[in-house]
């Protein structure tokens, strides 16, 4: 069936450091993906999108870098910060219309003072 | 509101017993969805309502499992029987239906099935 997985389950960085969490997907046909952050006892908040008609999108401090061809997924951090420690889940889509979100296992970021 | 607004937060309850959680999405949001989040896990898609189309029902784990939409905008989801695996985190989320997946989750309401 169609599944979303991550590759590690933790991460820890040095603060200031960049930090990479990929992500692995399944359904070829998905052309939307996007990254949600989530902390202790809240709901997912979003982060950055990218379509599948783009590899690489930008947004303040973070990255997401889309890889059709083997179907990966990765966000970039820079300069962390104590606040970015939290969840971090990907999720594949569908660009036409509202559509559920398949999640991936989550990556558990610790940022180190 | 400003947000997404699910109540209870929490909810401990009995097996056998029925529980009712409720949503009250982003106003002007069109689609609603639920979710549920197991201890450790990534979110699992359970239903889904866009407008006035039948409601995407698909990942509804069981028949004890229903949800309903009154008037496009507040939401309950419904658990009858419950089931000690049926403890978890359950959260909401709405959308536009503007083209893109971008969806407002509320902060859940976690389940205790004692």
């Known amino acids: 069936g169609e599944s979303v997985g991550l590759h590690l389950p933790t991460l820890s960085v040095q603060e200031g450091d960049n930090s990479i969490i990929n992500c692995a997907y399944s359904n070829s046909a998905s052309d939307y993906f996007i990254w949600y952050k989530q902390e202790s006892g809240k709901g997912p908040q979003f982060i950055i999108d990218?379509?599948?008609?783009?590899d690489k999108r930008q947004g303040q401090r973070v990255t997401v870098l889309l890889n059709k061809t083997v179907k990966h997924l990765s966000l970039q951090i820079a300069a962390t910060q104590p606040g970015d420690s939290a969840v971090y889940f990907c999720a594949e889509s569908f660009i036409q219309g509202a559509q559920k979100l398949v999640f991936g296992q989550g990556t558990r970021l610790t940022i180190n003072p | 509101g400003a947000g997404v607004s699910q109540s209870p937060s929490n909810k401990v309850t009995e097996k056998g017993k029925d529980v009712e959680l409720r949503c009250d999405p982003i106003s002007g949001h069109t689609a609603l969805y639920w979710y549920r989040q197991s201890l450790g896990q990534g979110l699992e898609f359970l239903i889904y309502f866009q407008g006035n189309s039948a409601p995407d029902k698909s990942g509804l784990p069981s028949d004890r499992f229903s949800a309903e939409r009154t008037g496009g905008s507040v939401s309950t989801l419904t658990i009858q029987r419950t089931q000690q695996e049926d403890s978890a985190v359950y959260l909401c989320?709405?959308?536009?239906?503007?083209?893109?997946?971008?969806?407002?989750f509320g902060a859940g309401t976690r389940l205790s099935v004692l």
């Open positions: 990218i379509r599948s008609n783009m």
């Open positions: 989320a709405s959308s536009l239906t503007s083209g893109n997946g971008d969806q407002y």
